[in-house]
T-cell receptor, first 108, second 113 residues
Framework: GIQVEQSPPDLILQEGANSTLRCNFSDSVNNLQWFHQNPWGQLINLFYIPSGTKQNGRLSATTVATERYSLLYISSSQTTDSGVYFCAVAGGSYIPTFGRGTSLIVHP | ETGVTQTPRHLVMGMTNKKSLKCEQHLGHNAMYWYKQSAKKPLELMFVYSLEERVENNSVPSRFSPECPNSSHLFLHLHTLQPEDSALYLC????????????FGEGSRLTVL
């Protein structure tokens, strides 16, 4: 199956800082999503982005499918951005595969 | 009304108990999924249903038994579990297999004593 690697595994920021999270995948994909898991465990949809660039407020994402990676940008981070960010991809096997996530802590 | 609803949110059970987790989606989706998330581990896919038919059983022990009576409901029946089965169990749905976004419920946090 598809291998998904996320980096960095852990990230600590001061409020107001910017950051870039990366998701590499081993094969061509039809679906790619970014999620934020809050401290209560719920997975919140951030972006559905199999290719191209999208923006939503302080967050944006870019997927370069031909080079098999996606980036999630967080600008002017806030304490509420803390949590774990997951990338999930699906290719020909249609089963979504998750990376191990990036754990983000934003200090006030 | 949230898109995907899971109940109960928290469950504590003994190893000899039988309990069930319930998932309901109000999105008109045709595919539903059970994922397990243990501490410090990535999400593990357990089961996938498409149009009420199981299409994936990811080497899950038989003490976990899924049921999908219709495209809106998914259950996970639990019996004779082990303490290592303690985890967050997440239900998700999508429009169809390999189509569209996954939407997750809030999860059921299970503790096995």
């Amino acid at each position: 199956g598809i291998q998904v690697e996320q980096s960095p595994p852990d990230l600590i920021l001061q409020e107001g800082a910017n950051s870039t999270l990366r998701c590499n995948f081993s094969d061509s994909v039809n679906n790619l999503q970014w999620f934020h898991q809050n401290p209560w465990g719920q997975l919140i949809n951030l972006f559905y982005i199999p290719s191209g660039t999208k923006q939503n407020g302080r967050l944006s994402a870019t997927t370069v499918a031909t080079e098999r990676y996606s980036l999630l940008y967080i600008s002017s981070s806030q304490t509420t951005d803390s949590g774990v960010y997951f990338c999930a991809v699906a290719g020909g096997s249609y089963i979504p595969t998750f990376g191990r996530g990036t754990s983000l802590i934003v200090h006030p | 009304e949230t898109g995907v609803t899971q109940t109960p949110r928290h469950l504590v059970m003994g190893m000899t108990n039988k309990k069930s987790l319930k998932c309901e989606q109000h999105l008109g989706h045709n595919a539903m999924y059970w994922y397990k998330q243990s501490a410090k581990k990535p999400l593990e896919l357990m089961f996938v249903y498409s149009l009420e038919e199981r299409v994936e059983n990811n080497s899950v022990p038989s003490r976990f038994s899924p049921e999908c009576p219709n495209s809106s409901h998914l259950f996970l029946h639990l019996h004779t579990l082990q303490p290592e089965d303690s985890a967050l169990y997440l239900c998700a749905s999508s429009q169809a297999l390999n189509t569209g976004e996954l939407f997750f419920g809030e999860g059921s946090r299970l503790t096995v004593l």
